[in-house]
């Protein structure tokens, strides 16, 4: 029996990210999808999957509901074997500490889950021509990251972070943005593995149409949304989902 990838559903989570990974998980790692609650994480229901995914979102909702039984069974979950797949606020929330900068507002402080022995840095105002994270399309980007396998490929920016490793931390490195900093990186806990990501290699063109560009209100916030929609083709993602399908199977 294939093992259940769960994606986190619960305050703080954003619907466009839920609903492209809905379609994402299913398609590139052909596994089953089930949304999951944080009530559902304390309860221990994660023990028959095989993958949780923190979708982008907010970071501060995770730790009201999570901090405690709820990371310590996510934690446990990893340790006997499982993965985490950590994108934009996910990634935040995998990281020890938190260094977050919006427009007028700020985040920062120690983080409890602590998979990834460093800071996770942002917004990232360099790729958002100066633009602080805010919900608008001004704090928007496609950037090119470089993937440290080989190659460059250009992904959604959207408020994410860079990863600062602490002096000892133990990683390894899966992309890079344009300044050389750290856009997707890896590691290891117990028998299981992480992955965090500050770009979004997960969405999906038909939610993003739905979601975002139909409800546009006037025309030129929607031509610049549109001119973003165009780069989610079939292929969009497509080698960090086959990079976690490897890591996956070899479990």
Known sequence: MVKPAYIYCDEGSSEIGVQSLLLAVEQYLQRPTRLINAEQIIQGKLSDGCLLVMPGGADLPYCKKLNGEGNRKIRHFIEQGGAYLGICAGAYYGCAELDFIGLDYSVKGKRELALFDGVAKGSLPKFTNRQLYDEGIKSKAMVEITLAQGGKKTFYYHGGCCFEPATNAVYRP?????????????????QGYYLLSGVHFELQAVIYQQKIVNCCEDSETKAREEAIHSYFDENYGFQVWQHLQRRLNQA
């Not at 899966?174 to 117990?190: H, K, R, T, V």
């Open 174 to 190: 899966l992309a890079y943005y344009p300044d050389g900093s750290l856009a997707i990186i890896e590691g290891d806990l117990g």
